[in-house]
């Protein structure tokens, strides 16, 4: 495969490729798709945020036997996740559970028109995002991490991308499992200098329907047990 922008980061963690491997067959039950996505998203999460965080020394603290230490402080400190609806939210545990403060989550609805493949925005709860007022005491976070299982045509991607952009987020680190090369490309070429993407894997080609090949099926089907509805 061809290569890849520099801001695409593909996970070679031989851990991760065999639950990715796990995650694609159609005999895994929707208990077990839940499972391999929270398992896949912690290890993808961990190498994505060691590449975006930096720690440094923080306020002296006390153990339980009265010895002192020097604590530990991360930046960028304002970090929100944006899962994309529905199957995003699958993503906002694992991740969640990485970081030493939990972190305000905000929710972005897209969903792709079927005839042309286009994203519609029908939900979008980013504080402030239609207006530029700073009123609000909420300020727009350093780092937007964007939770999506699935990159395939990369327009759903980056319209968020654009959104946050717009909302005034300063960088964006997108985590999604699996892309399809033409979608990742379209996605990391949407605002390159602030964002970074990092994926669990990637598949050369979509079907004609837009979806992955080979993929790993409509994966909020597989979780919500919607699968023909």
């Known amino acids: 495969m061809s290569s890849l922008p520099p ?26 798709v839940k499972t391999l996505i929270n398992e896949i998203t912690l290890i993808l999460g961990t190498e994505a945020l060691a590449s975006a965080l930096t720690s440094s020394p923080g306020p002296t603290d ?78 727009t976070p350093d780092l937007t991490i964007v939770l999506d299982p699935v990159i395939a045509t990369g327009g759903t991607s980056a319209a968020a991308i654009q959104t946050l952009k717009e909302w005034g987020t300063k960088r964006i680190l997108v985590l999604s499992i699996l892309g399809a090369k033409p979608g990742v490309e379209l996605a990391a070429n949407e605002w390159p200098e602030g964002t970074e993407i990092w994926l669990a894997g990637l598949d050369a080609e979509l079907t004609e329907r837009g979806m992955l090949k080979p993929g790993m099926g409509d994966v909020g089907d597989r979780l919500f047990l919607t699968i023909g509805k």
């Open 62 to 139: 006390t153990t339980p036997l009265g010895f002192s230490y020097p604590t530990t402080h991360l930046s960028p400190s304002t970090i929100s996740l944006v899962p994309i609806l529905r199957s995003g939210l699958s993503m906002v545990d694992p991740l969640s559970s990485l970081l030493p403060h939990p972190p305000p989550i905000h929710h972005l609805g897209l969903f792709r028109e079927p005839s042309t493949l286009l994203p519609v925005e029908y939900y979008n709860n980013l504080p402030n995002h239609l207006s530029s007022s700073s009123s609000s005491s909420e300020k």
């Open 7 to 32: 801001n695409v980061h593909i996970s070679t963690h031989p851990c991760l490729q065999a639950k990715l491997s796990q995650l694609r067959s159609a005999s895994t039950t929707a208990r077990d």
